[in-house]
Structure formats: C-alpha cells, structure tokens
C-alpha cells in the first residue's frame, strides 16, 4: 500500500504564507497525478490545485496567482506554496495521488490525512 504523509498546515493570519508538502512512500512503481482538495465546514471538498507528472499544473480560480503547487519525483512528493492567504481559505488540505505498483498496471488513487489550514486575525 501507499502512505501519504502532509505536513506544513497551521494557523496563520490573513496575508501570511504557508507550504503544504506530501510526501508518498510504499511500494510505488510510479507516480501519475499529484493534487490538493480542501474542505471547509459544511461545504464539499474541492480542488485546490493538481500536478501531472510532466509537471503540467492546473488550479482552482479562487487561488490562481497565490498559491504555486511543485512535485519532487525523485522524493515522491508535492508541494503546495500558499501566499496572501484569506480567511476563506481556511478548511482541511488533502493531498491526493494515484500510483502504479508495476509497469502495466493501472492507477490507483489514495488520499493523506489531511492537514488544518486556519486563516484568521
């Protein structure tokens, strides 16, 4: 199996910085997709941003020119730079990936634990 493990969440006030990283570890032949959701109380999660291995990056309006997402193939790991943090950005961050186990398999999704991101002054 797959372990994700997210760190860098925490408090913050509006207009700070965090970095979210996500790191996949487990039998892992290869890596396709890297992504991040989020979910705020009482709403659904929603995409936040996402990594293709080729590095092509796509993301969610609402953080388009604030947050950056990057991917270490090498470390299995994906990266999620958030400035000029609001207080709507304020929910749980998921890392998210699907892995290949061998070479003709197909791909597999898997989700982290999540991670508490909290905006406020």
């Known amino acids: 199996q797959v372990q994700l493990v997210e760190s860098g969440g925490g408090s913050v006030q509006p207009g700070g910085s965090l970095r979210l990283s996500c790191a996949a570890s487990g039998s892992i032949f290869s890596i396709n997709y890297m992504g991040w959701y989020r979910q705020a109380p009482g709403k659904e999660r929603e995409l936040v941003a996402d990594i293709t291995s080729s590095r092509s990056a796509n993301y969610a309006d609402s953080v388009k020119g604030r947050f950056t997402i990057s991917r270490d193939n090498a470390k299995n790991t994906v990266y999620l730079q958030m400035n000029s943090l609001k207080p709507e950005d304020t929910a749980v961050y998921y890392c998210?990936?699907?892995?290949?186990?061998?070479?003709?398999?197909?791909?597999?999704?898997?989700w982290g634990q999540g991670t508490q991101v909290t905006v406020s002054s």
């Open positions: 998210t990936t699907e892995v290949k186990f061998y070479m003709g398999d197909h791909y597999y999704p898997f």
